[in-house]
DNA sequence: CTTGATTTATTCTTTTTTGTAGAATATTGT
DNA sequence: ACAATATTCTACAAAAAAGAATAAATCAAG
């Protein structure tokens, strides 16, 4: 059982790429979200990692898009936020923001 | 120098403790302000093995306090951010912030 | 049709970095 | 010596990261 109850910061920025992107979160377009939101580079090794992680976890849900697309390319696998997955992202940026509360950074 | 380039989550926990905690920062300090300001209980080993990190990686700097305290116990090993440190903090903040912006997670 | 190239996407394998715990040890005051 | 306070050490589990390998589908030839 252990503890590790809280997110890592990378699965921080998966879940909230995959609830940004709504009903188009797959592997691919999630990678590529994070990059356009923070300008941040991930190989597609560490996204589906994480995504596996989230899920066994129950904090995300998958399932495979339709199997005749009409397109070149393999079947996407969509993944959406569970119940689970929202309310472990906005516990972990609680945490954050009561840290943030009252502190003021000067950059020396 | 690769890539770790990214606060960890509890790196960003430990690091914020630290600046709230100012000039009163030191391991057992920070490990009770973690969990005063946010209920997270974490051990001993864990707030030093972080803070050890940090050190190496020029997020924070320690100096031992002085030689004969009025009080029972080890000299304590104040810390402190560095600049390089706070940069980190404020550059782990906004990506959080991009991926926030816009998003609206309804509990189901 | 049937094969091969192309496109799109996921899976797999390996390694490094972070996170976590708790016992052991060190330093100082009484 | 003993109590109090704090840090260091040791061991291991989980998360993060990279990139090659593999898979599935479409399309263009011949």
Redesign the interface.
């Given at each position: 059982m252990s503890k590790g109850n809280?997110?890592?910061?990378?699965e921080?920025?998966v879940l909230?790429?995959t609830?940004?992107l709504a009903d188009e979160a797959y592997g691919m377009s999630i990678r590529r979200e994070?990059e356009e939101?923070?300008g941040?580079k991930s190989s597609i090794g560490a996204i589906y990692a994480t995504l596996d992680r989230l899920e066994a976890k129950t904090f995300l849900e998958s399932r495979m898009g339709e199997a005749t697309p009409k397109r070149g390319g393999r079947p996407k696998r969509y993944f959406r936020?569970s119940?689970a997955g929202?309310?472990a992202?906005?516990a972990?940026?609680r945490?954050?923001d009561?840290?943030?509360d009252?502190?003021e950074?000067?950059?020396?």
């Open positions: 809280y997110l890592g910061e990378f921080q920025v909230l790429a609830a940004r994070i939101a923070t941040r936020l119940p929202t309310r992202l906005l972990s940026r945490t954050m009561r840290l943030w009252g502190l950074l000067e950059p020396e």
